[in-house]
């Protein structure tokens, strides 16, 4: 799906991955069934509305000592994307964020990414990809959201860690401040740096599983 006009987004070191138009190695394509815990009925519809090609408005470098962030796990323990370096690329995916009241629900479009990203987890460790998805939220609230995360995930943990930005600090050094956050999407090399960036102006603006997949596919060819 395209969308018309700019978007507000960016590209990180990318001039030659948004330009290359070559076939993917990786032939399987993104699976189009939601499975997981959190599915509604609807979501698959609003995945549908996820972009596969998303425009590049802006390039820019940002080294990895530009984005040292930290994150809580399910289990309250931190996680460093420093951690990953060196190992693996990372698919940091920051969603709009916790609900705002008690009780209340997630963001459908965030839901319908998360479940994207679960139905299609094999092919991103294919492409040797870490995904981390990012809720960003008060520190009020973070014992409310790590105990509906895991309740959501009952027996069937999800392949693809949920994390807590808590008192939105990753948000902010990564200038995605909106209504909550801005639904953001970046990926990482084994360096640490961020080669893509996709910054989303409302809850759908974002890349889809295709986009991602064909985004770390360049980003091999380009070793």
């Known amino acids: 799906m ?9 590209l990180f070191c990318a001039a030659a991955l948004a330009g290359c138009s070559d076939e993917p190695k990786h032939k399987s394509y993104p699976k189009v069934d939601y499975g997981y815990a959190f599915d509604t009925s ?4 609003i995945a549908k509305q996820f972009l596969d090609d998303p425009p590049a408005a802006k390039t820019r470098t940002v080294a990895a000592d530009k984005v040292p962030l930290t994150f809580i796990d399910l289990d309250g323990k931190q996680v460093d994307l420093a951690s990953f370096r ?14 705002q009241s008690p009780g209340g629900v997630f963001c459908p479009g965030c839901l319908a990414q998360m479940n994207a990203l679960v139905a299609n987890a094999a092919e991103f460790k294919k492409r040797g990809a870490e995904v981390l998805v990012v809720f960003p939220g008060p520190s009020e609230k973070a014992g409310e959201f790590l105990t509906t995360a895991k309740a959501r995930e009952g027996d069937k943990p999800s392949p693809i860690p949920l994390l807590l930005d808590k008192d939105m600090a990753a948000v902010t050094v990564l200038g995605i401040t909106g209504d909550r956050a801005k639904p953001s999407t970046y990926i990482l090399d084994r360096k640490g740096n961020v080669v893509y960036a996709y910054v989303g102006e409302h809850t759908t603006d974002r890349p889809s599983i295709k986009a991602l997949l064909g985004q770390l596919d360049k980003l091999a060819d380009n070793k």
Not at 86 to 99: D, F
């Open 2 to 10: 395209t969308r018309p006009g700019v978007c507000f987004c960016a």
């Open 42 to 45: 609807n979501l698959p519809s």
């Open 86 to 99: 060196g190992k693996a690329n990372v698919v940091l995916v920051m969603t709009k964020g916790m609900p």
